[in-house]
């Protein structure tokens, strides 16, 4: 399944958790414009360069107004290890009953060297102010995916 959420929506709201159990709220994010991305798992290599080039581009993005949101399927500790490994300023979203991913659709099935599971889309989905969707990025880069949220901001505008 790829989303079903689309352009112009209303982001699903949802309550969570960061690793040290603080819960996070979508409509805390009120006013604040929010990238929420959705990726597979922590420490491998595609969602590490994700969240480093996330984390590199922080100071500017938090500039224009973003806060930035990860949400994978791993566990508190896992979370905490990441974060902490890589600098991350950003909170990582615990989601290990899939409830979020499910609500947002990037959870479903994936193909990788013939075989068949189920898994993450990696996706972002870029939020405004008052919680509607501005863009939802299906492919992402990992390694030059700042670059690549501001480029899908500034056609949408266009």
Sequence with gaps: ???????????????????????????????????????????????????????????????????????????ALKHEKFIKKNALPFPLLMDTDLALHKAYGVWGEKKFMGRIYDGTHRTTFIIDEEGIIQEVIKRVKTKTHTTQILEALKNSVG
């Design 1 to 75: 399944m790829i989303t079903h959420l689309e352009v112009g929506g209303i982001a699903p709201s949802f309550v969570t958790s960061d690793y040290e159990g603080n819960a996070i709220r979508l409509s805390d994010y009120k006013g604040k414009k929010v990238i929420l991305y959705f990726y597979p798992r922590d420490s491998t290599p595609g969602c590490t360069a994700q969240a480093c080039n996330l984390r590199d581009n922080y100071t500017d993005l938090q500039a224009q107004g973003f806060e930035v949101l990860g949400v994978s399927p791993d566990t």
